[in-house]
């Protein structure tokens, strides 16, 4: 157990629809990414958040975006779902300074678009 | 650019050694990374290796670094049943601390 939580676990819905997934960093991280894996193109980083501020941003598609709270979970909302947005959706968190940016991965949600 | 490059797929002997290899880009890499995917699970780091190193060795685990090719490698000796899993590769991109992922190795015993 990483000590990252994601919920929720599996979520199935249609295309054009809009979905919430949330992520809990480790207690006393400040950073959280997001992923997403699919079969076709693997790991893609999406986005970073350090302490409520975004802070890189990666192959994120403008109908998605995500924000970091002020109590460090965060949240990636995709909307006008397409069948390709299907895929495992994975968060990390890291602590501030780490040493050498070690990333504590959740367990994923996976999202199967109909 | 920033891109990182795995075969996607290896099978080996159970008590064979494992190389697992990958190859990456950006030149001001400061960490290189293996991380381990079981199914169903998120990803967990395996080992690092800072960029002016050559060699770290951990338990069964070697890694390789080859930084003028901009080579690593990933060698688990006596691989085990449960050493069967996605093995990433991944690049610590300093100038903006993003990780870059390759695509995944999946490591398969064979009996």
């Known amino acids: 157990d990483s000590g990252v939580t994601q919920t929720p676990k599996h979520l199935i819905t249609a295309t054009g629809q809009r979905v919430t997934l949330r992520c809990s960093p480790r207690?006393?991280?400040?950073?959280v990414y997001w992923y997403q894996q699919s079969l076709d193109q693997g790991l893609q980083f999406l986005i970073q958040?350090?302490?409520?501020?975004?802070?890189a941003k990666g192959n994120i598609l403008e109908r998605f975006s995500a924000q970091q709270f002020p109590d460090l979970h965060s949240e990636l909302n995709l909307s006008s779902l397409e069948l390709g947005d299907s895929a495992l959706y994975f968060c990390?968190?890291?602590?501030?300074?780490?040493?050498?940016?070690?990333?504590?991965f959740g367990p994923g949600t996976r999202l199967t678009v109909l | 650019g920033e891109d990182v490059e795995q075969s996607l797929f290896l099978s080996v002997r159970e008590g064979d050694s494992s190389v697992i290899n990958c190859t990456y880009t950006?030149?001001?890499?400061?960490?290189l990374y293996w991380y381990k995917q079981e199914p169903g699970a998120g990803l967990q780091l395996l080992t690092y290796?800072?960029?002016?190193?050559d060699m770290k060795q951990d338990q069964r685990l070697t890694v390789l670094l080859n930084k003028k090719d901009k080579h690593l490698s990933l060698r688990i000796a006596d691989t085990q049943t449960g050493d069967s899993a996605i093995y990433f590769c991944?690049?610590?991109?300093?100038?903006?601390?993003?990780?870059?992922f390759g695509k995944g190795t999946r490591l398969h015993i064979l009996p």
């Open positions: 990390a968190s890291s602590p501030a300074g780490g040493l050498y940016n070690e990333q504590f």
């Open positions: 207690s006393g991280d400040l950073s």
């Open positions: 991944a690049e610590c991109v300093n100038r903006d601390d993003k990780i870059i």
């Open positions: 950006d030149s001001s890499s400061t960490y």
């Open positions: 290796i800072f960029s002016n190193m």
């Open positions: 958040y350090y302490n409520g501020e975004e802070r």
